[in-house]
């Protein structure tokens, strides 16, 4: 074979790989976030500047830590799209959960679970603001679980 006869089948080939590299990334974007830790809400678990891997989902388990929109009495908060975007927090609660102690003044004096479709996200440090402040957070507001950090605030 010639140098010629080479070159359309290495051209297809490139092509081709370039290809599945892009549809990988755009694969990877939607089923995963990377996620700066903004303050000390979640010390000793998480340190500000850790950064950390989230994966997109919808199936939730109570003590995982998660990503949420940002929130402001309950309500999703148009933070932008920083790093002061995302909320990282523990998840304390579901739907059917009775209310942690700590979050009953924030919420309905009669409410002693959480409802349908809503969480309670709370800080490791006492002085964080989450569900103590807030009450409820909807799950639709959830992005994800974290699943590992990837830098250290430290380092």
Request: without cysteine; proline residues 6%.
């Given at each position: 074979?010639?140098?010629?006869?080479?070159?359309?089948?290495?051209v297809?080939?490139?092509?081709?790989?370039?290809?599945?590299?892009?549809?990988?990334?755009?694969?990877?974007?939607?089923?995963?976030?990377i996620?700066?830790?903004?303050?000390?809400?979640?010390?000793?678990?998480?340190?500000?500047?850790?950064?950390?891997?989230?994966?997109?989902?919808?199936?939730?388990?109570?003590?995982?830590?998660?990503?949420?929109?940002?929130?402001?009495?309950?309500?999703?908060?148009?933070?932008?799209?920083?790093?002061?975007?995302?909320?990282?927090?523990?998840?304390?609660?579901?739907?059917?959960?009775?209310?942690?102690?700590?979050?009953?003044?924030?919420?309905?004096?009669?409410?002693?679970?959480?409802?349908?479709?809503?969480?309670?996200?709370?800080?490791?440090?006492?002085?964080?603001?989450?569900?103590?402040?807030?009450?409820?957070?909807?799950?639709?507001?959830?992005?994800?679980?974290?699943?590992?950090?990837?830098?250290?605030?430290?380092?």
């Amino acid at each position: 074979m010639t140098d010629e006869s080479q070159f359309l089948p290495a051209v297809v080939g490139g092509l081709a790989a370039l290809l599945a590299s892009v549809a990988g990334v755009v694969v990877a974007r939607r089923r995963f976030l990377i996620v700066d830790v903004v303050g000390h809400s979640m010390v000793p678990s998480l340190a500000h500047g850790d950064r950390v891997l989230v994966r997109r989902t919808r199936r939730f388990r109570t003590g995982g830590i998660v990503v949420a929109h940002h929130q402001e009495g309950g309500r999703r908060t148009a933070a932008g799209s920083g790093p002061s975007a995302w909320l990282v927090k523990r998840l304390a609660a579901l739907p059917g959960d009775g209310i942690p102690e700590a979050v009953a003044p924030a919420v309905d004096g009669g409410v002693r679970r959480v409802p349908a479709g809503m969480a309670v996200l709370l800080g490791e440090n006492p002085g964080s603001v989450d569900s103590r402040r807030w009450g409820f957070v909807p799950l639709s507001d959830i992005e994800g679980v974290v699943v590992r950090r990837l830098r250290s605030g430290a380092g």
